[in-house]
């Protein structure tokens, strides 16, 4: 087991079967030297790689991708969630639908932050259904951006976000990837 | 002038005599060198006062009190916006106005990941009329916390949050504070 795997073992806690509470650590407090570990992760799986931008949504990707950013040295831009349907035209739009809020959001980038040709890693806490991602990569296609790399901490395999975006293309590194988890045990199984 | 204020006087945007943008290097696309920055500032001007944690709220306060945190080596809590008005028992609620969506915000922080007597380090991206401030404290106080400092990137010091607040006690640190921003000649006046 890796760092990751190890701390959601020890802190985490299976709501249900398909719901993992990670907010003493990852979503809520934030534990910085988990942080750490998860910026140093990337950044060794992608020692190759240049990015231009790092690029997450938010509220609880920020801290992640923050410190993925510093330890890459590049900027970090994050999608918003608008408040309003008022979106002028210097913004990229996609919705998204949350299952956790069962609402559909629209997420916005300002055009000036995002440009033709850019490498963009993209940073998230989680990947589920994968329709976070599909709004961040539907975002850089409008701008002309590459989506160089995704990197996300943890990934609910079992509900095939991952899945149908490795079969597009993408190159995803999830650095927890959940099997499945047993409501009744509350036992969580990883792939490796 | 320090960093921050030759960043702001570069980069930040005078929409209006009350609105200054800084979308392209602090609260949207996020320059990194800038948040380090900001971190050694408050690191060196508190290097004699222990923290148990940083607190700030989401989503703009988030990548700042990221890099703060870490820089103490302490953990981060988010205090999140609620969706619903379900608020559980579990948690410390404040209600926080912003005038830049005018409507109020229940702001929440789960009662597990703030205890009595430990000493918070409050940081935020802006401080305008102290609105959001003032929830952050009175969350502290619901909890028994103490709130040892507050580091602010952006202090506009004309919509008085940072004098009110100075008032009742509390020791606010603001890297950049704006005596005045001039509508039509976009000049910044800060308060050295």
Do not use: K, P, R, Y
């Given at each position: 087991m890796n760092f990751l795997e190890e701390k959601i073992r020890t802190d985490g806690i299976v709501l249900n079967e398909k719901v993992l509470k990670?907010?003493?650590?990852?979503?809520?407090?934030?534990d910085v030297s988990i942080l750490n570990k998860i910026a140093d992760y990337f950044k060794e799986k992608w020692s190759d790689l240049n990015f231009d931008k790092v690029l997450t949504i938010e509220a609880s990707g920020i801290a992640i991708a923050t410190v993925v950013a510093q330890k890459f040295n590049v900027p970090l831009v994050f999608a918003k969630k608008s408040k309003t349907l008022n979106i002028s035209d210097d913004v990229y739009t996609a919705d998204v639908m949350s299952f956790t809020h069962q609402k559909m959001n629209k997420v916005i980038v300002s055009k000036e932050v995002l440009n033709k040709d850019e490498n963009i890693l993209i940073i998230d806490d989680f990947l589920a259904h994968g329709e976070a991602l599909t709004g961040l990569i539907s975002i850089c296609k409008q701008a002309g951006a590459n989506v160089s790399a995704i990197g996300i901490a943890i990934e609910k395999a079992f509900q095939k976000g991952g899945e149908k975006l490795r079969e597009q293309g993408y190159k995803i590194e999830s650095i927890a990837r959940i099997n499945k988890m047993d409501a009744t045990s509350r036992e969580i199984e990883f792939i490796q």
């Open positions: 990670v907010d003493t650590f990852l979503d809520h407090q934030i």
